[in-house]
């Protein structure tokens, strides 16, 4: 669900930053370099997932809202697979990818795909951002 963001290059993030008033435009342009996600246990043995963002730079609250969106539409990709006509996996798998492959992408094109629709309804198409508890920020670097 996140590759499309980074292969897309230079995006504007309205739809996923909170709290940062009505910027739009250049002023919330960014642009992914990476995104990861995989699954590590702690010493204390709970099984935790990793989710790795890299970017030019982020907007206020926005890698909260990007994970938290990304994880309502795995549910949902996961979902539309449970409940799938008697389909072979292949072809649930392909439908499911086909139709939430890119969600994230049409999400960040909305203000210039959509430019009559306000910055709230862009913002109410993804998800609330994710708790804090867990987040942790891990390094910054300047060119």
Request: hydrophobic residues 45%; charged residues 20%.
């Amino acid at each position: 669900l996140l590759q499309p963001l980074v292969q897309a290059g230079r995006l504007d993030y309205t739809a996923f930053a909170r709290s940062n008033g009505r910027q739009t435009g250049e002023a919330s342009m960014c642009r992914l370099l990476r995104c990861r996600v995989g699954t590590a246990i702690l010493p204390c043995g709970t099984e935790i997932i990793l989710i790795e963002v890299v970017g030019t730079r982020f907007l206020r609250q926005m890698v909260r809202v990007l994970v938290a969106t990304a994880v309502r539409e795995a549910a949902r990709r996961a979902e539309m697979e449970k409940h799938a006509p008697s389909s072979t996996p292949a072809a649930v798998a392909a439908a499911a990818a086909a139709t939430y492959g890119d969600v994230l992408l049409r999400y960040a094109q909305l203000p210039s795909d959509c430019p009559r629709l306000s910055i709230s309804e862009i913002r109410a198409s993804t998800a609330p951002p994710a708790p804090a508890v867990g987040l942790c920020f891990a390094n910054v670097g300047y060119e």
